[in-house]
Nanobody
Framework: QVQLVESGGGLVQAGGSLRLSCAASGSISSINAMGWYRQAPEKQRELVATITSGGLVNYADSVKGRFNISRDNAKNTVYLQMNSLKPEDTAVYYC????????????????WGKGTLVTVSS
């Protein structure tokens, strides 16, 4: 089992920035991909960004050029730097982890955090 704990959410004005963090613990050796997903009110959860242990990254088109995902393997922590935030970025952001191979085959992530709320005011 892998435990994921997110932090860094909050309220920010449009155009502002926030940095989310996600610390992983437990059976870390079982995972080689981590990422961020979000779910806005009355919408389905969607991918924001993923990163592998080797540093391969993937972003949703809606956040390319504004968000940056990174990881500190020594600290088992993944970060999401969010810049130029828009009201439509308002959502609960979830950290997730799993197998990269399973992910690219459409199997999704195996472990999820409880989420952190990001609210962007206009």
């Amino acid at each position: 089992q892998v435990q994921l704990v997110e932090s860094g959410g909050g309220l920010v004005q449009a155009g502002g920035s926030l940095r989310l963090s996600c610390a992983a613990s437990g059976s870390i050796s079982s995972i080689n991909a981590m990422g961020w997903y979000r779910q806005a009110p009355e919408k389905q959860r969607e991918l924001v960004a993923t990163i592998t242990s080797g540093g391969l990254v993937n972003y949703a088109d809606s956040v390319k050029g504004r968000f940056n995902i990174s990881r500190d393997n020594a600290k088992n922590t993944v970060y999401l730097q969010m810049n130029s935030l828009k009201p439509e970025d308002t959502a609960v952001y979830y950290c997730a982890s799993g197998s990269f191979l399973k992910l690219i085959r459409g199997g999704g992530m195996d472990y999820w955090g409880k989420g952190t709320l990001v609210t962007v005011s206009s």
